[in-house]
């Protein structure tokens, strides 16, 4: 389905929708969620109606420092509202859109500065959608305009900042193919287009989301594009570097296989992407799927029936346990059922958790946002209808997961770096390890955030803080990088015994001269010592540690 038809689609229905519920308000009058599951509960009613209507809640969610939920919807004053709500339901207002600001927005990602970024897919200067900045208060900055052909427009998810950084983000629509682009934005104010699809046989096309990968590459679908002997432009999975290279990784063939992907990727805790399909998948009503960095795809799930939930189009979410959680939407090709929420496992066992309601022959409640997992163990999302208003819920579902700390658009590091966390229950005292190395340097910013120096001698692990007797923990370990600074001296023959200078050289399991195996001895965290192999020839010396690879710049010369 073509976004904009599904943009404005999402929209009529919601507000059709809202025009057949009248004898069942009082019923769901605290819940657009029934009590048909017990750990699901309606927290927050949104408002319709006049100047302060907040209608329509949609995209993802973003848990901020303070540790509420802030987010967007799609109406209500005039262009929709940011909005923060905590975890109890205590619902504040933070801006009011209009239409410079952008219209049909696509949710909020934390940045690494503490403001939320995202995205309207039309509105702005230029009409064609925009890149906006928000304070945690409300003031909210627009970034780009984007501008069609040679730019890019109508993007369908906000950006993501990366281990370097950098924004990078998509747009469905324009960027000179007029088949969707990848484009950057880095902190200063730069604004450029990485990468424009190209669609057909050889290219995917109509990109979503992007997600970046441990391999350091950002990964996406395209819900267009590519071809293969059993399905022509299904579309596929693409990576593409942070430089611009861009690589078709898979191709979707139709038939038991799924087709057009209608969301973004995850990565899974054992290396692995998971994502969804909308099309196809046996019964034409989706799937799930599991793709290996190599591109080698499994099917986890074929849906089969529209009664339990179908054509799923939105991001997973994985548990502290490896579990997936997600939402099949079942609204697809002019028609509704029953959306449902569901988790499955990564070997493919699939369990029912949840059916939304039906009121009035329309699947009332709308499920347009990911299950956002938060550091209390808690999953929180809205509903884009539904609730005692019929314009929207904020909801909870409860899980078996204890709280957690999660690290702020990071998963590596090198020695010196600054990395953000998000908990609770921190205090001064609190203690931050990596590997279980201390972090000496470290800022508080109220019970719920911390900013920690990775000190020298941290390990490649699990990243804790401890406050009291409390230990929290993140679900992922945290790669320190290596990095090779110097080596003295530059030359000699075979045997020479060659200082190596870096950081994070601390779990050095492998040096290489020209790649060639030497014997080696770590001496701390910032020194090696290694004796050129024979067989070493003139070229550039490697450390390898259990965090990764660091090559020095210059070549160590064999005499």
């Known amino acids: 389905m073509n976004p904009l038809r599904r943009k404005n689609k999402v929209k009529s229905r919601a507000a059709a929708f809202a025009l057949t519920v009248f004898t069942l308000v009082a019923l769901f009058s605290r819940a657009a969620i029934p009590a048909q599951a017990q750990n699901v509960n309606t927290l927050y009613n949104f408002v319709g109606g006049g100047t302060g209507a907040q209608i329509y809640p949609n995209g993802i969610m973003a848990q901020g420092r303070d540790g509420q939920f802030y987010g967007v919807t799609q109406g209500g004053a005039s262009k929709g509202i940011v909005y923060k709500v905590s975890s109890t339901g205590v619902f504040t207002v933070l801006h009011a859109m209009t239409q410079s600001d952008g219209v049909s927005c696509n949710g909020l990602v934390l940045g690494n500065d503490g403001n939320f970024y995202g995205t309207c897919y039309s509105g702005g200067a230029n009409s064609f959608g925009t890149l906006f900045k928000v304070t945690p208060t409300g ?52 604004f450029s287009i990485l990468y424009n699809f190209k669609g057909g046989s050889s290219d995917l096309q109509n990109p979503h989301g992007l997600v970046q990968g441990s391999d350091g590459n950002l990964w996406g679908m395209g819900d267009q594009g590519g071809q293969t002997s059993t399905c022509g432009g299904c579309g596929g999975v693409f990576k593409i570097t942070p430089a611009g290279k861009e690589t078709v990784v898979y191709t979707f063939q139709g038939g038991t296989d799924g087709q057009n992907p209608y969301t973004s990727l995850i990565q899974g805790s054992d290396g692995n992407f998971y994502g969804t399909t909308e099309g196809s998948g046996g019964s034409n009503l989706g799937t799930v799927f599991q793709l290996t960095a190599k591109g080698v795809e499994t099917v986890l799930h074929n849906y089969s029936t529209q009664a339990q939930g179908a054509f799923p189009r939105l991001p997973l979410t994985q548990g502290p346990d490896g579990l997936l959680y997600g939402i099949a939407t079942d609204c697809a090709g ?66 078996k997961y204890a709280p957690f700390i999660s690290l702020v658009n990071v998963r590596s590091g090198m020695i010196g770096a600054k990395v953000g966390i998000l908990g609770q229950g921190f205090s001064s005292s609190s203690v931050v390890k990596f590997g279980g190395t201390v972090a000496t340097a470290k800022q508080l910013t ?31 370990s945290y790669r320190v990088m290596p990095v090779v600074s110097g080596f003295s001296p530059s030359s000699g023959p075979v045997g020479t015994a060659v200082t190596i200078s870096g950081t994070g050289l601390t779990q050095a399991t492998k040096v290489t001269f020209n790649n060639v195996a030497a014997s080696f001895t770590v001496n701390s965290d910032s020194k090696i010592t290694a004796n050129v192999p024979t067989g070493a020839t003139t070229g550039k010396i490697t450390v390898t540690t259990a965090g990764g690879s660091a090559t020095g710049s210059q070549n160590f010369t064999v005499n």
């Open 139 to 190: 003031a909210l900055t627009v970034l780009h305009n984007f501008a069609a052909v040679a730019d890019g427009c109508s993007p369908l998810a906000p950006p993501i900042q990366a281990t370097d950084g950098n924004f990078y983000g998509t747009t469905y629509f324009c960027g000179g193919t007029e088949l969707g682009s990848v484009y950057k934005y880095t902190p200063a104010g730069v």
């Open 334 to 399: 002019g028609g509704c059922a029953q959306a449902g929420l569901f988790d499955i496992t990564t070997k493919g066992v699939y369990t029912n958790l949840y059916l939304y309601p039906i009121i009035g022959g329309n699947n009332n409640s709308l499920p347009y946002s990911p299950l956002l997992l938060s550091t209390d163990g808690t999953f929180y999302s809205v509903t884009e209808g539904g609730g005692s208003n019929q314009v929207g819920s904020f909801y909870s579902l409860g899980t």
């Open 446 to 476: 109220g019970s719920t955030f911390i900013l920690a120096t990775v000190p020298s001698g941290a390990l490649t692990g699990k990243v804790t803080v401890t406050t009291g007797s409390t230990t929290l923990s993140t679900i992922s």
